[in-house]
């Protein structure tokens, strides 16, 4: 799903497609290097730490999409208000 969601995103770039999907590579590099050196860190010889990074990616995950379908549902009231008035 990730390698069609980073193409989707390329889609608006245009020119800069390239450098884009630079950014979203080094970005994802980044992130999980951090999130892997937390747990590390945090690793004391049991699953908890695992376990619990992985309820919070899934509550951050669930969070994101909630605020993206407000916000795309906000977006396509909008547009059909608009396109009714057109009419």
């Not at 619990?52 to 407000?70: E, H, I, K, P």
């Amino acid at each position: 799903m990730i390698p069609n969601l980073n193409a989707a995103a390329m889609i608006p770039m245009g020119d800069v497609a390239g450098t884009a999907s630079a950014v979203i590579g080094t970005i994802s590099i980044l992130g999980g290097a951090i999130v892997g050196a937390t747990i590390d860190a945090a690793y004391d010889g049991t699953i908890i730490p695992l376990a619990t990074a992985a309820a919070v990616g899934c509550a951050l995950a669930s969070g994101f999409y909630v605020w993206a379908d407000r916000d795309w549902d906000h977006a396509t009231q909008s547009s059909e208000r608009t396109d009714s008035r057109n009419r």
